[in-house]
């Protein structure tokens, strides 16, 4: 019977977050975005959404593992959103980006809804990019020495409105981290832990369908002194690690990206390990490196045990962005 249901399924087949500011999206106003946020909640109560469900039926082809989907994409800032070309993007082999949460903001629900629509006709899963510890200016995750739970609910609050909305396919989690000090401070890793736990519980509550992915520092074992960043603990509440093998920032050179990947994918769990690379020289020279070096690199990437790649961000290269990188 066994052989009778392999058969006959064979032969059915066919087939970023910097050192600064510069992920901070320049056409943001942090002090008005609890005002905006409030209006979009108010707003949002006059679409329906669809409500995605987990199926409980028993999965036979599920026993069958024939790999997985790579992933390849580019953040967006929200002042870039209406210029992104997704035909040439999906020729080129982008299937994911990550929408800085602020287009909402500036362009209102509506158009941000209409445009992940339209990634999606081009087979570009959409997620939504929210930077937590820093909007603009640096936040703490601590208050009176004790993780900051009102600021947390906040925004955990916000991405219950994103988890919410049709067609968003993941929230992307940015500046989860302190801004390198956490080892002045008692509890930092344990408050950053915190958030992602309640963040992630909330968004599996939302919707279990979401793919939560967490951007994190590429300096492996230090990671926890300076970020308050224990990747083995925050691995267990997301689906992918994001660590930003900005080589210029470090002054490394490629063989790095490809040892870095290596160490986040041995010590990442289950989740799956996205990095993330930078199109230009470095935060302190934005010149644009070469479609030929960031292609090098990615590849790098994936031979050492990367599921994905994501360039920051879209618009600053052009020749990367003329050129298929899947």
Same mark, same amino acid.
């Given at each position: 019977?066994i052989?009778t249901?392999?058969?006959?399924?064979?032969i059915s087949? #066919?087939?970023a977050d910097?050192?600064?500011s510069?992920d901070?999206a320049?056409?943001s106003n942090?002090? =008005?975005?609890?005002? =905006?946020?409030q209006?979009?909640?108010?707003?949002?109560?006059?679409?329906?959404?669809?409500?995605?469900?987990?199926?409980?039926?028993f999965?036979?082809?599920g026993?069958f593992?024939?790999g997985?989907e790579? %992933?390849y994409? *580019?953040?967006?800032? @929200?002042?870039d959103?209406?210029?992104?070309?997704? /035909?040439?993007l999906?020729k080129n082999g982008?299937?994911?980006?990550?929408?800085?949460?602020?287009?909402?903001?500036?362009y209102?629900?509506r158009? #941000?809804l209409?445009?992940?629509h339209?990634?999606r006709?081009h087979?570009?899963?959409v997620?939504?990019?929210m930077? $937590?510890?820093?909007?603009?200016?640096? $936040?703490s995750?601590? %208050?009176?020495?004790?993780p900051?739970?009102r600021?947390?609910?906040?925004?955990i609050?916000?991405? &219950?409105?994103y988890a919410?909305?049709?067609?968003v396919?993941?929230i992307?989690?940015?500046y989860? &981290?302190?801004?390198?000090?956490?080892?002045?401070?008692?509890?930092?890793?344990e408050?950053?832990?915190?958030?992602?736990?309640?963040?992630s519980?909330e968004m599996r509550? $939302?919707n279990?369908d979401?793919?939560?992915s @967490?951007t994190?520092m590429?300096?492996t074992d230090?990671?926890? *002194?300076f970020y308050?960043? /224990?990747?083995?603990? $925050?691995?267990?509440? #997301?689906?992918?690690?994001?660590?930003m093998? *900005?080589?210029g920032?470090?002054?490394e050179?490629?063989?790095?990206?490809e040892?870095?990947?290596?160490w986040?994918?041995d010590?990442?769990?289950?989740?799956? #390990?996205?990095?993330?690379?930078?199109?230009y020289? =470095?935060? *302190?020279n934005?010149?644009?490196?070469s479609?030929?070096?960031?292609i090098k690199?990615?590849d790098l990437?994936?031979?050492g045990?990367?599921d994905g790649?994501f360039?920051?961000?879209w618009?600053?290269n052009?020749?990367?962005?003329? &050129?298929?990188?899947?």
């Open positions: 019977m052989l249901l392999f058969f006959i399924f064979s087949i #066919v087939s910097n050192f600064n510069t901070i320049d056409d942090a002090d =008005s975005i609890h005002e =905006s946020f209006k979009l909640l108010i707003n949002s109560n006059n679409l329906s959404h669809d409500k995605k469900s987990v199926s409980k039926d999965d036979f082809f026993l593992d024939f997985h790579k %992933k994409g *580019y953040w967006v800032w @929200a002042k959103m209406n210029n992104v070309d997704f /035909d040439k999906s982008v299937n994911v980006v990550f929408l800085n949460s602020f287009a909402f903001t500036e209102g629900q158009e #941000v209409d445009w992940i339209e990634a006709e087979d570009i899963e997620h939504v990019w930077q $937590i510890f820093n909007t603009g200016n640096w $936040i995750p601590l %208050k009176n020495g004790t900051d739970t600021y947390f609910n906040y925004k609050e916000e991405a &219950r409105y919410g909305l049709d067609e396919s993941g992307q989690i940015d989860i &981290r302190f801004e390198g000090n956490a080892y002045r401070y008692n509890n930092s890793t408050a950053i832990n915190m958030f992602v736990k309640n963040f519980d509550k $939302i279990p979401l793919t939560l @967490a994190v590429p300096e230090n990671d926890e *002194y308050g960043q /224990d990747i083995k603990t $925050i691995c267990k509440y #997301v689906d992918v690690i994001v660590p093998m *900005y080589k920032n470090y002054n050179n490629s063989s790095w990206i040892n870095t990947t290596r986040f994918v010590n990442s769990g289950d989740a799956e #390990v996205w990095c993330g690379l930078q199109t020289d =470095s935060d *302190y934005v010149t644009a490196l479609a030929d070096e960031l690199d990615k990437c994936f031979k045990g990367a790649v360039y920051f961000k618009g600053m052009n020749d990367l962005e003329s &050129r298929k990188i899947n």
